[in-house]
């Protein structure tokens, strides 16, 4: 009996994938693996951005949240990054008619301000950014066939983050799905 709990603790498995929970062929793992395919990624890792002063009106903030979300897409097993200001930039590209290419952040306080009125009151404006424009969100899909890889980058990442980000006027913190399945593996460890 004791060889077979031995050999059974050997067999033992414990990761952020929760996908291996799951049958192999089973509609639930089936539908997740195309969701990954379709959209990039069903797992999310979350920042909260808090910038003073209706820090997220000030285009040097806006810029420094851009730079993050490109960083970003560059660690392991992040597809994607989400913000208000890929909103800001599609408005930029419209208003300033130019289709072929990418719009721009805005330069002043007072156009992000105009940018933003055009977004109040539609849901994405309303989940990404607070009315005083001192929070907002940012997300980062991730496979979850990925997650396990990305989980264990997490903690360097905060480390970067907390080096090359965060400053007097802005502070990233990191949530989300992921992070919170890596703490759980820690811990389970």
């Given at each position: 009996?004791?060889?077979?709990?031995?050999?059974?603790f050997g067999q033992l498995e414990v990761g952020v994938n929760s996908l291996h929970y799951l049958r192999d062929g089973?509609?639930?793992?089936?539908?997740?693996?195309?969701?990954?395919?379709a959209l990039g990624g069903s797992a999310t890792i979350e920042f909260l951005?808090?910038?003073?002063?209706?820090?997220?009106?000030?285009?040097?903030?806006?810029?420094?949240?851009?730079?993050?979300g490109e960083w970003l897409t560059e660690q392991p097993g992040i597809v994607r990054s989400l913000s208000p200001l890929d909103n800001l930039k599609e408005i930029d590209r419209v208003l300033n008619q130019r289709e072929t290419q990418p719009g721009q952040l805005p330069e002043s306080r007072a156009v992000a301000a105009q940018l933003y009125l055009l977004l109040e009151g539609s849901e994405d404006?309303?989940?990404s950014i607070q009315d005083n424009y001192e929070l907002g969100r940012l997300t980062a899909t991730v496979k979850?066939?990925?997650?396990?890889?990305?989980?264990r980058a997490i903690p360097s990442m905060e480390a970067s983050i907390?080096?090359?980000?965060?400053?007097t006027d802005m502070h990233i913190s990191m949530t989300g799905f992921v992070k919170l399945m890596g703490e759980m593996e820690a811990y389970l460890l």
């Open positions: 009996c004791l060889a077979i709990a031995a050999w059974g089973g509609s639930v793992r089936t539908d997740t693996e195309a969701i990954d395919q951005i808090e910038a003073p002063n209706a820090g997220l009106k000030d285009p040097i903030i806006l810029k420094q949240i851009d730079e993050l404006f309303e989940s979850m066939t990925q997650a396990h890889i990305t989980s907390a080096e090359r980000f965060n400053n």
